[in-house]
């Protein structure tokens, strides 16, 4: 075998086992991207679940809040009411107050749990698309690759390893949000 020929199959080599290495890493990151995807879709929807849930509670809150004044006027409207009953409009009038209070608290627990729920889904998004763009650059260098492999074009394979750099800084971008 001629030193020509020994350099072509020990090329032929190194570009295959580059092309392997770049399919696995391709499959990798496309696991990544569909896992931070689908969180950001299911965030997505508990996002939206607890802000209904929230919009539920402030209903419920106005509706305490308009018994409460109307019952208020028409305790203040009445004339010469017997003790008890204005101790029952007193004892109805303190749980209408407490059941506001209590409705405003439970609100403000599922307003910072859904804005919690927001910006982990907003951080899957950011990350999906990052592996995203990280495996369209494998993409490219997979392509590359193969059209070396084709045409026997060593500058092809080059630009290949190349297009890793691109994957690997948006791979790493992915899990430290970087840029």
Not at 91 to 108: A, H, M, N, P, S
Request: charged share 25%; glycine share 6%; with cysteine.
């Amino acid at each position: 075998m001629s030193t020509n020929e020994e350099k072509k199959e020990k090329w032929m080599g190194w570009l295959a086992l580059s092309t392997a290495i770049m399919a696995v890493l391709a499959a990798l990151t496309t696991l990544y991207m569909g896992k931070f995807s689908s969180r950001a879709i299911m965030a997505q929807g508990q996002e939206s679940d607890n802000w209904a849930f929230y919009q539920a509670k402030s209903i419920k809150q106005h509706t305490f809040e308009v018994n409460k004044k109307a019952l208020e006027l028409q305790f203040h409207s009445q004339k010469a009411l017997p003790p008890e009953v204005a101790a029952e409009y007193e004892k109805t009038l303190v749980k209408y107050g407490d059941d506001i209070k209590r409705y405003e608290g439970e609100k403000k627990e599922i307003k910072d749990k859904a804005e919690a729920i927001a910006a982990g889904k907003l951080k899957a998004q950011e990350m999906g698309g990052n592996f995203g763009y990280a495996l369209i650059f494998l993409q490219i260098a997979l392509m590359l690759s193969s059209l070396a492999s084709l045409t026997k074009r060593h500058y092809l394979w080059y630009i290949a390893l190349l297009c890793n750099i691109g994957w690997l800084f948006f791979f790493v971008d992915a899990w430290l949000l970087f840029y």
